[in-house]
């Protein structure tokens, strides 16, 4: 490493980051110019062929490493951040073996507004309210770069805005990530405009808030050279949420293969703490993360199987373990890819509910439906409507509320489990119908704790004390909640 970086510059300086996670170079100014993420080894190659180029983990070894580096955007004027990158990539190559892989370079992007450096080597400006990022590869991942630059500049109060080329394509880890006030997704088009990524809006610059809607925000043209999302594919989105008592013993991880099982009939292949995910799936792994990490939140993302012919479906996903005053708390989200013509229908989803519901800890399920490209990536200005399946609420949920006005909702419920403490299921429709969207909205209206008066709560919980359910925040897209209910002692440290 230390002798390809000398062949990226050796006038640079080495700046090592993070205990050596990270290496930077910077001039004599002290700005950085290039920065270099120590390897790690991929469990396999389909990772390579995802987030690169199909075919080419072939060339590769079967578990190679990814080393990856990038320039700063130094425009014009500065030094070539992008040869003094392929230099080091070329060195480590020649002496290691494997393939440099490099993006294209994208005509015109010598824009004031796209080139910049910062102490972040994948954030290009900051103002006191947004970071912006520019990324021109392909596919745009959520990648350690993109973790870590969502997660400082989220600490900083500060929005995220990622800018592409009209060419380019985000993976489905990264594209649920970019939500928030002033998180965008902006496109530059080929004539130089700047185009949300999601609804095709027109954007202007502002010098607090970055990229913000254009008073001629209803001009909405053509902003991607893809075709009309020709290659669409039905996508079932689920998000659930599990709350465990803490114990030794607890193993993390078994929801998401009841989830993978019953809907794609595949276990996770590979999991991580980013893209590419380099780990073979492994439950106990992933709990001894968990474990080292807390009271800390750990956040990881799984993938399917993927480069078969077997007829298994793709699918992608996150889990986020975080402590609660209940116990250990999994809230996990899961999209599945499938032909245009796949049916999901409520009926369907019942027997995953009721075996969900087994299980001490259920806490909530949602299940929509949407379109995706076959491989779970999105094209700009492919945004379709996100349309409600079911829904499901655990017995905290049914008990805070009172079974029968859980049970009078607009959307008849299914209830499993004790009559008095049941898991409720409701059946809204098989997510093509547009109109199903304001039966939902009624349906969380009629679950809003607010919907019933404190004392209908005490009478129905027999005179106790009302605890705050964890399903009332309510939204009309899928999201995880996190509120808590009855406060327990502390946990101990040892336990999880």
């Known amino acids: 490493m230390t002798r390809a970086l000398v062949h990226a510059g050796p006038e640079l300086r080495v700046r090592p980051v993070a205990d050596g996670a990270l290496v930077q170079l910077r001039d004599d100014a002290g700005r950085m110019i290039a920065a270099v993420q120590a390897a790690q080894r991929l469990s396999c190659t389909t990772e390579i062929d995802r987030l690169l180029t199909p075919g080419l983990g072939r060339a590769l070894a079967e578990q190679p490493y990814w080393v ?26 020649e002496q290691f073996g494997g393939t440099v892989w490099s993006p294209d370079p ?106 913000v809607c254009s008073e001629r925000s209803s001009d909405t043209g053509q902003i991607t050279e893809y075709e009309d999302n020709a290659d669409a594919q039905a996508l079932l989105l689920v998000d659930l949420s599990v709350i465990h008592p803490p114990g030794r013993d607890l193993r993390l991880g078994t929801c998401v293969e009841t989830l993978t099982l019953s809907l794609t009939g595949s276990l996770p292949a590979l999991w991580g703490t980013s893209e590419p995910a380099p780990l073979v799936w492994s439950p106990d792994d992933l709990t001894g993360l968990a474990r080292r990490r807390a009271p800390k939140a750990t956040w990881t993302i799984f993938n399917g199987p993927t480069g078969h012919d077997d007829g298994s479906r793709v699918f992608s996903g996150t889990l986020r373990v975080t402590r609660v005053p209940e ?36 806490h909530r399920i949602a299940v929509h439906r949407t379109r995706s490209r076959a491989d779970l990536t999105y094209t700009p200005d492919t945004t379709t409507p996100v349309i409600p399946i079911g829904l499901g609420i655990g017995p905290a949920a049914t008990t805070g509320l009172g079974v029968d006005h859980a049970l009078a909702a607009p959307v008849r419920g299914v209830p499993f489990g004790p009559p008095m403490t049941p898991c409720v299921w409701y059946a809204i429709g098989d997510g093509t119908d547009p109109s199903d969207l304001e039966l939902h909205r009624s349906l969380l209206a009629h679950l809003r704790p607010e919907s019933t008066s404190p004392a209908e709560r005490q009478e129905r919980n027999g005179g106790g004390t009302y605890g705050r359910s964890s399903h009332t925040k309510t939204a009309s897209r899928p999201c995880s909640h996190a509120g808590t209910s009855d406060v327990r002692e502390p946990l101990a440290p040892g336990d999880l």
């Open 68 to 93: 990856e580096a990038r320039g700063t955007r130094t425009g014009a004027q500065g030094p070539d951040t992008r040869a003094i990158v392929r230099r080091f990539a070329d060195a480590l190559v």
């Open 327 to 362: 116990g250990v708390r999994e809230d996990v989200t899961l999209a599945i890819g499938g032909p245009a013509d796949t049916t999901f229908t409520p009926d369907t989803l019942t027997p995953l509910v009721k075996e969900l519901t087994k299980e001490e800890g259920f």
């Open 106 to 211: 994208t005509p015109g992007w010598d824009d004031p507004l796209l080139t910049g450096v910062t102490d972040h080597p994948t954030v290009t400006v900051t103002t006191p309210k947004v970071a912006v990022a520019v990324q021109d590869r392909p596919v745009v991942a959520m990648d350690p770069w993109m973790v870590d630059a969502l997660h400082t500049h989220a600490h900083a109060r500060r929005a995220f805005q990622l800018v592409t080329p009209s060419t380019s394509r985000l993976t489905h880890i990264l594209r649920s990530a970019l939500t928030g006030p002033f998180t965008r997704w902006v496109v530059r088009t080929p004539r130089g405009a700047h185009r949300d990524g999601f609804s095709g809006a027109l954007l202007t610059w502002h010098e607090e808030l970055g990229f």
